[in-house]
Every structure is written in structure tokens, then in C-alpha cells.
């Protein structure tokens, strides 16, 4: 280690080493200093906030002690590290989290009760960092738990938004967006404001040659912003190991204002130019699975992938080593396309910088990204027009172009006659503009590519990558089924059903190895341990319906079904479906008799999730929604048989409380366009049951739980095309229980038909491209055996109890793992 301190002083230093609490006297000592000094505010002028912040920064100090400790460790370690770049980190609120992991949530829990508060009120305090859009974030924050708790030396890089994911709240039926700032109040980063880089956009490209004859590019004369970083510690579970997420955030690299501008009156123009270099790290594009292609967009990959990479390398070169070493000591997984660009700078720092020769840094660079893949979803695939890049990157657009000659070459070597595949395989392509496809440049540039489920690490080889199956082999393309991470999704989100699981099973040990819940098959047939179990189960649905009833007004009986869908809305989802069910259900009790209705299993039928803000069908599914629960949950016959309820903002601290609560719970995309989905995996690990196609990790799931506890139904992926081929043909007549619920849509019983017309013409004219008229009959049908498996109590505790037992596979432990020994190349530091 380099000190600035000279040895003879180290000791004062050490005896006077940063402690902290380790019982709950300590930490009621250091929530009263932090609320009556960093807060300014005293015993009688407290409230949640102020305890909720006092609890925060308390327990900060704490981390960040073992957070300097790990750092340390890994430096003197020397060992290769992995970084894991993601543009979205879904992390939800950290106190809680924190606690358990540290697993002192007992004794914090008593100090501040005996301080007059209630712990679950502070935990309620914090606003939840937001920094994602659905599935791709939230593994994100997944993994980086797993990394921790199982000590590996990791890094995540991502970008400081100022406003997360927008906050939804449904105004007359509607979606409406509202900005979320929620930085006012975060204890959980750090500034560090000696951690900066410089970072270029625009310019030019200046070509000369050296004294010895080589050629050397030089990119100048652009505008430079500066990336600033902010730490965020990440706490592992039963591990003193606290990682590092660095999130970047932008300045102007010039200070506060342009001074000769200030000072010339032109004061205007002067904040101008510094909000303009703030915008770059203002805003989280709030697409779930769609390239919208804008410029500030690629600004913003760009800055955080240079400043990224900047670290990395300036870490890297303080250990002395040969270039050639790079890969031994960096491993760097590009989560999805959005960091690609990193290749290539890569590239630009070893050639341009460090004045490596091509073929040399290629090799470097090859052998350190991976790069995972997580949809196949056309309107997803990211591509940058030339010309915008051309402006933005110059010198990046010259660097793709000479690794797509040079790969070009070597694929015409192999293939000498296939002039096609040239041209399918290009990074160009060839379109008017051209465009740059981003997911076959990190394809060329990664050593090796994954996909998140069984089925679609098959699908891209066979689909949208087969081309490059054939030119590298099939060895470079492989799997890495998605996990969850068991603290947060069983442990913080269901703390009764993870305490008895731990009475059985006599520990908790199965947080750290989950494969250990096995041990609970024994018990499936066990009485009371039956009735225990489902009496959790009832404690979180009333929970939950206390929670309808004081945001919604509506009354919704905790001993119904509860079926839930909560996800980002989208067509391939298709929550479409779902409330075309769950009108189908409305009409049939509608015509029932008395005695009829008598016999039915009550429902309610639970929606959550957000449209992106441009997609104008997402929006009118909502509306669909929301429009049939108010006809239905105030239709007078109806009664507690049918309830249809839409969460607001639906996201990751509802998502905490929703899944303990659900008996059944949906995912139901068209076959083959899911990649993988991990909510389906929370549910079942909460003790819910699942309703699902064919797609995803349902499959795995069902593998693993067994066929006779998921209710599977629907067309497979490999019947998708010939279907919808069918329906371009004209050759497919629409269900008729479907045609039913149309007709009904269109006769006003939900409102003004019109409103609802772009959803009809998607089924009909439009094609049905996700296939709910193929999927309805087989879907109202499964419906009817779930209500038949729900009247039998005993059976369904017993098959929700095996399939929790079975659930261990869907650890992100078990992912982090597989990505560690099969990937990455990584071994575990132990921090003491
Ligand atoms: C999602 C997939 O849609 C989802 O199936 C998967 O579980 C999740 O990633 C994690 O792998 N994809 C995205 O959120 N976004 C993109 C661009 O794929």
C-alpha cells in the first residue's frame, strides 16, 4: 500500500481506527449522535424521517468500515476481479437489507423501539433507489448481492441518475408519469470527489505518422464533460465482504460556469453549457425491452463505459504488469448491449494510448468481455445509426470499422464462397441509414456469450445469432440460468415463512446454499407444519389487503384466490390476455345461477406494473384494466367473487410485499419471447403456484418443481411461426369465447368502446402477432383447473411446500457461481 503517512505516525492512526457498533446500546448511541449532529435535530423535534436517517447513517459507518476492510484485502490479494457493467441497477431500499445481511436486525430493532419507534415504520421512511426498468435492473442488483455474500472480488459500474424510473400513479383510469428525484436524502453513496475523468464527445480524428513510420491516430478537439463518482457499499449476507458500486455522475469539466462567458454578461449561455453537461446523467430511459436510438442515449453509454474503463485501467496499471496480463486480472461482463462500446474503447485505450500493436490488443480484449444477451426481441436489438456515431464518436466509428474488415476477412477465409453471410454477419448494416448492430459487436469483441434460460441461450443460437454459432463454434455461446437472491426475496420479504423454514430445517444456513430447503420435502404432509404454512400465507394476504383497501378503497376478501400479475406491461407479456380472462370469468358468473355462483372459488385478480410513456398499447391495457375493475368490483351480483384490483407504481418494495401474498401468480408470454423472467421465481420460492407457458424459466422451473405443481397450458415456441404465419393468411378464426369478451369490450359494457379499439385490431387486422387467440381456450381452461386445485386445501399446501423445497436451483448464488467458474475465471478473497 502507498501511504502518505510516515510509519512512526501509523500507530496513532491505527489505535484511533474507525470502530463501530456491534450491540444494540452502541447503535442506539449512534443513531441519537447522528440525529442530533449530522441532522440538527433533537429528541424533541424527531419524526420517522429523522430516526429512518439516523438508523441509515449509522449503519453506513458500519458498512463502510467493512467496506474499506474488503477493498483492502482485495488489493493485497492481487487477485483478478470481475466488473460488471449495467446500465440499470434496480435496488430498491438498502436499510432493511442491510440489517438482515449484517444480521443485527433484532437488536436495531429493539434499540429504536425502546427509542419510541417502530421499525417497520423507518424501513417504510426510504425511498427506493430506482435505477432500472424491470427484469435486466433488478438482476443487476441480484447478482451484486450474490458477489458479496459469496466473497467475490466484483465491481459494479453504472450510471448516478438524478431521476430514476418515473412513478406511476393512475389518474381516472390512466397512466400517468411523474419524475422521481429521489436523491434529496440518500446515506447510502459516497461522493468522491477526487475520483474523476475527463470524458470526450465530438471532435475529430487526427492522423499522423511517426518517426518510425507507424501511424498514429489522435481523437481531439471535442467537448469535454467530467464523470464524477459516487460509491455505493454492498453488503454480503453472513460475509464481513462489502463490494463497490460505482455510479457516475455528470459535470461540467470546466467547474461551475464558464467564467469567461460569466463574466462577459453572457450568464445564460454559461448555465446552459453546465446543464448540458448534467443532462448526460439526469435521466434513466424508462424502456423495458425496446431501442428507442437517441442521441442522448449513446452519450450516456459512452460516458459511463470511458469512465468505467478509465478505473479499471488506471487500477490495473498500478500493479505493474505486462499488458498481456490484462485478462488474468480483468474480467468485464457487459450486461445486455447497452455497454458495448466498451470494446471499443478498449481497443482506442490499447492501440491509440498505449500504442499496442491491433492484433495484440485484440487479443486482450477478446479474452476479457463476456457479454450476456437478455431477449430476442427485434425492436430490443440496439443499433446506432453511422451518422450519429460518426458525430458523437469519430474515432470509435473508425475502430468498429477495422474490426468488422478484419473479421469480415477471416469469416470469407473460412467461408470463401458465401458473399450472403457477409453481408448477414456485417456490424453494418446495410440500411439507409446505415446502422451499427450492437449485439454483433459485443459478439465479436466477448470471449464468450449467454443467454438467461435454458430455452433462450437455445433460441439465440438457433435464431438471431446461428450465423456466428457456425463462425466461432459452439463453445463460445452458452447458458447461465437467471437466480434471485434468497435475503432479499424470502428472508426481508417474507420473514415468517423464512423463520419456520429455519425451525425445520434448524438453521439458516439455506440463505447461503438454498439447495439446503430440500430438507423441507419430508414435511409436505406433515398437518401442522400444513396448517403453519398456509397460515403465513393468509397473514401476508391480509396484509396485502389491507394495503388494497387503504390505497384503492376496495374491500377484497384475504381467504380468495389471489391471482397476480405484476411486470412491465407489454404486449408480449400479455397482461392483454390476462384481463380478457378476466372478463371471460365476469361473463360466465354473470350468467349463472344463484345456487351456480354458489360453488365458484372467489378471486382477485391483482395487476401492477408500468408502461413505458410512448407505448400508446401498453397504455390502453391499463386503461382496460382499470376500467373492468370498476364495473366489476361494484357489479352487485358479483360480489366477493370477483375482484380486479391495479396497483399503482408498482416496483421493487411492492414487489417485496406482493409476492408472499399470492396463491397463484402469472407469466404468460407467447412462447419463445420471454428470455428467461424471475418473478416467476420469487413466487414459487414464497409459496405460490404458478400459471405459465411454455417460455423462460418456467421451464426450468417445472423440471425442477415437477409437472404436476405449475399449471402449464398454451402453444409452444416451436409452433409460433407456422401460427403466425397462419394469421397473416387469414386462415385462423378468433376463439369464440375471445370473440365473446370482444364483443362485450365493444358493446361499451367497460366504457366507451372506442377507447379500447387499438387492442381489438391488434387481435383481428393487426394479426394477433402474440398469439392470445391461439393461447385463450387452453388458458380459460387451466384457469378451471387452478379453481379445482384451490378447493383442495390440503393438496395445495402439500404441492406448494414440495415445490418451495425444490427451489434451490434459482439462487443468483447458483448464477454467480456458474458466470464465476465458467466465465469469469474468479476465485473468492477472504476479507476477515
Ligand atoms: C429481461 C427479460 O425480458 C427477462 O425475461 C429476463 O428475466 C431479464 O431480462 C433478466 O435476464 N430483459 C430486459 O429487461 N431488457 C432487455 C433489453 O432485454
Known amino acids: 500500500f502507498e ?53 441509515a447513517l449509522a449503519m453506513r459507518d458500519k458498512l463502510i468500515i467493512d467496506w474499506n476492510k474488503t477493498q483492502q484485502a482485495h488489493t493485497l490479494a492481487d487477485q483478478k476481479r470481475v466488473y460488471y457493467l449495467s446500465l440499470e441497477f434496480l435496488m430498491g431500499r438498502t436499510l432493511d437489507n442491510a440489517l438482515l445481511n449484517r444480521d443485527i436486525k433484532g437488536y436495531a430493532a429493539e434499540g429504536v423501539s425502546e427509542l419510541g419507534f417502530r421499525m417497520e415504520d423507518l424501513i417504510e421512511q426510504e425511498h427506493d433507489a430506482a435505477l432500472g ?65 475527463d470524458i470526450m464527445f465530438y471532435g475529430y480524428v487526427r492522423r499522423y505518422t511517426e518517426e518510425d513510420g507507424s501511424t498514429v491516430n489522435i481523437w481531439e478537439g471535442g467537448e469535454v464533460v467530467q464523470a464524477l463518482a459516487y460509491d455505493v457499499p454492498i453488503p454480503g449476507y453472513g460475509t464481513s465482504t462489502t463490494n463497490n458500486l460505482r455510479l457516475w455522475s455528470s459535470k461540467p469539466s470546466t467547474g461551475e460556469f464558464d467564467f469567461q462567458k460569466f463574466n462577459s454578461g453572457d450568464y445564460e449561455s454559461s448555465v446552459r453549457d453546465q446543464q448540458r453537461a448534467e443532462t448526460i446523467s439526469a435521466v434513466l430511459y424508462p424502456n423495458d425491452n425496446i431501442d428507442v436510438g437517441k442521441e442522448l442515449r449513446l452519450k450516456q453509454q ?56 491491433w492484433d495484440t490488443a485484440w487479443n486482450i480484449v477478446t479474452e476479457t468481455f463476456g457479454y450476456t444477451n437478455h431477449t430476442v426481441l427485434p425492436e430490443a436489438l440496439e443499433k446506432w445509426s453511422v451518422p450519429l456515431f460518426q458525430n458523437l464518436l469519430p474515432r470509435h466509428l473508425q475502430i468498429i470499422y477495422d474490426i468488422n474488415l478484419f473479421f469480415l476477412q477471416s469469416v470469407e477465409r473460412r467461408f470463401p464462397k458465401d458473399r450472403e453471410l457477409l453481408g448477414r454477419v456485417s456490424i453494418i448494416e446495410e440500411s439507409n441509414p446505415q446502422v451499427i448492430r450492437m449485439a454483433y459487436l459485443a459478439i465479436i469483441g466477448s470471449k ?36 434471485v437472491t434468497p435475503r432479499r426475496w424470502l428472508h426481508q420479504a417474507n420473514p415468517q415463512l423464512s423463520a419456520l423454514i429455519k425451525e425445520k430445517l434448524g438453521s439458516y444456513d439455506f440463505l447461503k446454499d438454498l ?37 384503492t378503497g376496495i374491500s377484497v376478501n384475504p381467504s380468495a384466490l389471489f391471482d ?147 399449471f402449464l397450458f398454451g402453444n409452444l415456441a416451436e409452433d409460433v411461426e407456422d401460427l403466425r404465419h397462419a394469421h397473416r393468411y387469414g386462415k385462423t378464426p378468433m376463439d369464440p369465447s375471445l370473440k365473446e369478451v370482444c364483443d362485450e369490450i365493444q358493446k361499451g359494457t367497460f ?82
Not at 316 to 340: C, G, Y
Request: hydrophobic share 40%.
Open 564 to 710: 397476480i400479475q405484476v411486470k412491465r406491461i407489454h404486449e408480449y407479456k400479455r397482461q392483454q390476455m390476462n384481463i380478457f380472462g378476466v372478463i371471460s370469468r365476469y361473463l360466465s358468473l354473470k350468467a349463472m345461477t344463484k345456487e351456480e355462483r354458489a360453488k365458484q372459488v372467489p378471486r382477485v385478480s391483482i395487476f401492477g406494473g408500468k408502461a413505458a410513456p410512448g407505448y400508446w398499447m401498453a397504455k390502453t391495457i391499463i386503461r382496460l384494466i382499470t376500467a373492468v375493475s370498476e364495473v366489476v368490483n361494484n357489479d352487485a351480483d358479483i360480489g366477493d367473487l370477483l375482484k380486479v384490483v391495479f396497483i399503482e407504481d408498482y416496483n421493487v418494495s411492492k414487489a417485496e410485499f406482493l409476492c408472499p401474498a399470492s396463491d397463484l401468480s402469472e407469466h404468460i408470454s407467447t412462447a419463445g419471447t420471454e428470455a428467461s423472467g424471475t418473478s416467476n421465481m420469487k413466487f414459487v420460492l414464497n409459496g405460490g403456484l404458478i400459471i405459465g407457458t411454455c417460455d423462460g424459466a418456467n421451464i426450468e422451473i417445472t423440471r425442477e418443481i415437477g409437472e404436476e405443481r405449475i
Open 515 to 551: 439447495s439446503l430447503l430440500s430438507g423441507l420435502e419430508k414435511f409436505a404432509d406433515d398437518k401442522t407444519f400444513q396448517k403453519e404454512w398456509m397460515d403465513i400465507k393468509l397473514r401476508n394476504k391480509q396484509r396485502l389487503a389491507k394495503y388494497i383497501k387503504d390505497t
Open 448 to 483: 464468450k456469450v449467454n443467454g438467461v434460460a435454458e430455452l433462450h441461450s437455445d433460441l439465440i443460437k438457433t435464431t438471431i445469432f446461428k450465423d456466428f454459432v457456425n463462425i466461432f463454434g459452439p463453445d463460445k455461446f452458452t447458458n447461465v440460468t437467471n437466480g
Open 3 to 55: 501511504s502518505s503517512v510516515p510509519e512512526p505516525l501509523r500507530n496513532l492512526w491505527k489505535k484511533f481506527a474507525a470502530t463501530n457498533f456491534s450491540n444494540k446500546e452502541q447503535f442506539q448511541k449512534e443513531v441519537v449522535h447522528h440525529v442530533e449532529t449530522t441532522l440538527a435535530r433533537s429528541l424533541y423535534n424527531c419524526d420517522d424521517l429523522a430516526v429512518y436517517s439516523g438508523a
Open 751 to 832: 366504457g366507451e368502446p372506442g377507447v379500447f379499439a387499438g387492442l381489438i385490431h391488434a387481435l383481428t387486422e393487426g394479426g394477433d402477432y402474440y398469439l392470445v387467440s391461439d393461447d385463450f381456450a387452453s388458458y380459460l381452461s387451466t384457469h378451471k383447473l387452478v379453481d379445482e386445485a384451490f378447493k383442495d386445501t390440503a393438496a395445495w399446501a402439500h404441492n406448494t411446500i414440495v415445490a418451495v423445497s425444490r427451489m434451490g436451483f434459482f439462487t443468483s448464488d447458483r448464477a454467480i457461481n456458474e458466470y464465476a467458474d465458467e466465465i469469469w475465471n474468479i476465485d473468492p478473497v477472504k476479507v476477515d
Open 302 to 357: 459512452y460516458f459511463w463505459v470511458a469512465a468505467s474503463l478509465y478505473d479499471i485501467v488506471r487500477r490495473f496499471k498500478k500493479s505493474h504488469r505486462a499488458w498481456t496480463e490484462f485478462p488474468h486480472q480483468v474480467a468485464i461482463q457487459l450486461n445486455d448491449t447497452h455497454p458495448t462500446l466498451a470494446i471499443v474503447e478498449l481497443m482506442r485505450i490499447l492501440v491509440d494510448k498505449e500504442h499496442l500493436d
Open 133 to 197: 426498468n424491470g427484469g435486466l435492473g433488478r438482476l443487476a442488483a441480484c447478482f451484486l448481492d450474490s458477489l458479496a455474500s459469496l466473497s467475490y472480488p466484483a465491481w459494479g459500474y453504472g450510471l448516478r441518475y438524478r431521476y430514476g424510473i418515473f412513478k406511476q400513479e393512475i389518474i381516472d383510469g390512466y397512466q400517468v408519469e411523474v419524475p422521481d428525484y429521489w436523491l434529496d436524502f440518500n446515506p447510502w453513496e459516497f461522493p468522491r470527489h477526487d475520483i474523476t475523468v
